[in-house]
């Protein structure tokens, strides 16, 4: 009984190797970007972020969990300011709300890991008010703006260095209706 399964086992093995062997054999010619951008490699079609969104399209997300064409901005360690390489971002996030009226928006403010989780989610609500205030100072009605923070509940890189640590301490900026 024992042979008749090793047999067995033996021979599933020996059909799954050649079935794989067969299926990696084949040849397909790969179109390259070069070949699908006419001729410019890496180049599409140009398009405005703005083109991409008209305000209720709350499905999207370009970077972190912030409802795309809009863009999160990221902090310094333990602070609750806007570092200037990131005026650019909450400026366009801001210039889109003002060109769509209807639309609503939530700061969620994060952190990394490190502190307490009460240190933390007061950390988040900071930096989800100072970017409510830069884009109220901008044009953008408050009343259309909500704040949440999840200090350090909700990473997007679970790794524990400067890397992982720089990508969670930021605003997301979601779309809500």
Same mark, same amino acid.
């Given at each position: 009984?024992?042979?008749?399964?090793?047999?067995?086992?033996?021979?599933?093995? #020996? #059909?799954?190797? %050649?079935?794989?062997?067969?299926?990696?054999?084949?040849?397909?010619?790969?179109?390259?970007?070069?070949?699908?951008? &006419? &001729?410019?490699?890496?180049?599409?079609?140009?398009?405005?972020?703005?083109?991409?969104? #008209?305000? &209720?399209?709350? !499905?999207?997300?370009?970077?972190?969990?912030?409802?795309?064409?809009?863009?999160p901005i990221?902090?310094?360690?333990?602070?609750?300011?806007?570092?200037?390489?990131?005026?650019?971002? +909450?400026?366009?996030?801001?210039? %889109?709300? +003002?060109?769509?009226?209807?639309?609503?928006?939530?700061?969620? !403010?994060?952190?990394?890991?490190?502190?307490?989780?009460?240190?933390?989610?007061?950390?988040?609500?900071?930096?989800a008010v100072?970017?409510?205030?830069?884009?109220?100072?901008?044009?953008?009605?408050?009343?259309?703006?909500?704040? %949440?923070?999840? &200090?350090?509940?909700?990473? %997007?890189?679970?790794?524990?260095?400067?890397?992982?640590?720089?990508?969670?301490?930021?605003?997301?900026?979601?779309?809500?209706?």
């Amino acid at each position: 009984m024992k042979r008749g399964i090793m047999q067995y086992l033996a021979m599933a093995c #020996v #059909v799954a190797s %050649l079935s794989l062997l067969a299926g990696g054999c084949a040849k397909q010619k790969v179109q390259s970007d070069k070949d699908m951008a &006419g &001729g410019k490699a890496g180049m599409g079609q140009e398009e405005s972020l703005a083109s991409k969104w #008209v305000g &209720g399209d709350s !499905g999207a997300v370009l970077e972190g969990r912030t409802t795309a064409p809009m863009l999160p901005i990221y902090f310094d360690f333990d602070k609750s300011d806007i570092r200037a390489d990131q005026n650019d971002r +909450i400026k366009k996030n801001g210039e %889109l709300l +003002i060109g769509s009226a209807q639309a609503r928006v939530r700061v969620e !403010g994060n952190t990394d890991e490190r502190g307490t989780n009460e240190y933390n989610m007061a950390l988040g609500e900071r930096r989800a008010v100072t970017a409510v205030k830069y884009l109220v100072n901008m044009g953008v009605a408050e009343s259309r703006i909500d704040t %949440l923070s999840f &200090g350090e509940e909700k990473p %997007l890189n679970l790794g524990h260095d400067e890397m992982a640590w720089s990508q969670n301490r930021r605003d997301d900026f979601v779309i809500v209706k």
